[in-house]
């Protein structure tokens, strides 16, 4: 199992592309410090919108969320959706493409 960890940063753009093998279990941490310019997160839910990846170990601190994502080969919509301090609600999409083992990972790069 491969445990490497992808960070984003909400305040670049609105959704993140990325792909990974479906033997991967790998945690994605957004990085909401820049994005909530010095408001704190109060709460944050990760929900699958479309897909079969699983989702598991939610977390978050006063600037970051994170959560890990397996599954099988497939597309999958992953949304983060944050409560700030001051009642802003905030959202950041994760398109994510898991491949089959079979077929030869490609870099993060593969979707720009």
Known sequence: MNNQKRTF??????????????????????NWG???QGTTISSSEWTLED?????????????QTSVFIDGTP???TIVNKVTL??????????KLRIT?????YINDDYWG
């Open 9 to 30: 940063n909400p305040l670049l753009k609105r959704q993140t592309r990325y792909q990974q093998a479906e033997n991967a279990k790998l945690k994605y941490i957004g």
């Open 51 to 63: 897909g079969n990846a699983t989702l598991s170990s939610e977390a978050n601190t006063t600037t």
């Open 100 to 104: 089959d083992n079979d077929i030869p």
């Open 85 to 94: 301090a001051n009642g802003e609600i905030n959202e950041h999409i994760l």
């Open 74 to 76: 497939g597309e999958n």
């Open 34 to 36: 820049p994005a909530i």
